[in-house]
């Protein structure tokens, strides 16, 4: 399981800012992303943004490009998601997720982390 | 963008039927189609992935099947431990698209 290391919840305003943080796994040639993925209170499961952690290729949602922003910190092992003009709809349970290459799909997911936008 | 049609949004079973679950892919997607389960409170949970590859651990009753742009999920005889939502993914392209899930009942 990939550690979100800020689980719990969180309550924004619309309009702030965030950042979630998400351990990255440790390396090995089956990996080729960590990915966001959300849940808002009564929808389906939504992909959000990715990261390719050999080169640094990141890839959004249309519903969070411009806004959200997802990085890696190598040293510190660590995916970020700065999340900023959060908007009421943004409130979901958010994932961080393993893309594997040796099948293609997620795995390992976090604990998840709740997070609130209050208008 | 390739969007994922899931269906049937709703179904209700009794223990010991059999279920399929179809998800339509708007193009090809190489057979990079994973299917989760989602229970509430819990992570989603790996069942297949290409198309038709049980994750390790997972129970022989789930099964995919398919190709070019049809897929499904087979639960051959419904356990009380199944009833949950069920997503299929496609992971050929970004963005990674989920289907709009199908919530598995107690009939």
Known sequence: EVQQLEPGGHLVQRGGSLRLSCAAPAFTFAINAVNWVRQSPGKGLEWVSGIVLSGGESFYADSVKGRFTISRDSSMNTIYLQMTSLRVEDTALYYCATLYNTGWYLDDWGQGTLVTVSS | ?107
């Open chain 2, 1 to 107: 963008d390739i969007q994922l049609t899931q269906s049937p949004s709703f179904l209700s079973a009794s223990v010991g039927d059999r279920v399929t679950i179809t998800c339509r892919a708007s193009q090809g997607i190489n057979n990079h189609l994973a299917w989760y389960q989602r229970e509430p409170g819990k992570a989603p949970k790996l069942l297949i992935y290409g198309t038709s590859t049980l994750q390790s651990g997972v129970s022989s009753r789930f099964s995919g099947s398919g190709s070019g742009t049809e897929f499904t999920l087979t639960i051959s005889s419904l356990q009380p431990e199944d009833f949950a939502t069920y997503y299929c993914q496609q992971l050929n392209d970004y963005p990674l698209t989920f289907g709009g899930g199908t919530k598995v009942q107690i009939k």
